[in-house]
């Protein structure tokens, strides 16, 4: 990596690139952006976001990369960022979640976009959105049983699946 990170968030595989979107760095959030190429076993940076972001959510939707939340060094957000790799550009048009979050879990199912959990600086949530480019609006759907955040979101057989994360008071990792 060119910029020095302390933990990437999150890194989303798109085609044969990878992405490595915000984090922390140095005590403070970042914007920056870099993308990976097995390849020529390069990174190099892209387009930075628009905002400072750490515990992101990130997913691709229809080849687009989604910054979903996450926190700005003062503030939890609920605003969301599209690149698209194609121009190299940021969109901000994307209506925001209803709530804002950090440590939040995406995944995509059914070409939608799912934000899952996390934690809004008071508590964890259980909350789950979808997200339905076509009519640019999240909706809720069912909660989570569990507050939690930083969940792990996985796509299997046309379910939606939340795995480990905690819930502020334990990790939710089944141990034998």
Not at 3 to 24: D, I, M, N, Q, S
Not at 69 to 84: A, F, K, M, P
Not at 109 to 129: F, I, K, R, S, T
Request: aromatic share 8%.
């Amino acid at each position: 990596m060119q910029g020095p990170r302390t933990r990437p968030r999150k890194p989303t595989r798109r085609g044969e690139v990878l992405f490595a979107v915000g984090g922390w760095c140095s005590g403070d959030a970042i914007a920056s952006v870099e993308k990976f190429d097995p390849q020529t076993m390069e990174w190099k940076m892209v387009a930075p976001m628009s905002k400072r972001r750490c515990g992101v959510g990130v997913a691709v939707l229809n080849d687009l990369l989604y910054a979903v939340g996450g926190h700005d060094g003062q503030s939890y957000l609920n605003s969301i960022e599209r690149y698209d790799p194609q121009t190299d550009q940021w969109s901000c048009d994307i209506a925001p979640t209803t709530s804002c979050r950090t440590s939040v879990g995406v995944a995509v199912l059914d070409n939608m976009l799912y934000a899952v959990g996390g934690q809004d600086g008071v508590q964890c949530l259980n909350h789950v959105e979808r997200y339905d480019p076509k009519e640019n609006k999240w909706s809720k759907v069912a909660p989570m049983t569990t507050r939690r955040l930083g969940v792990a979101v996985a796509v299997l057989g046309g379910y939606l699946y939340a795995i480990g994360g905690s819930d502020d008071a334990a990790g939710l990792v089944w141990r034998s």
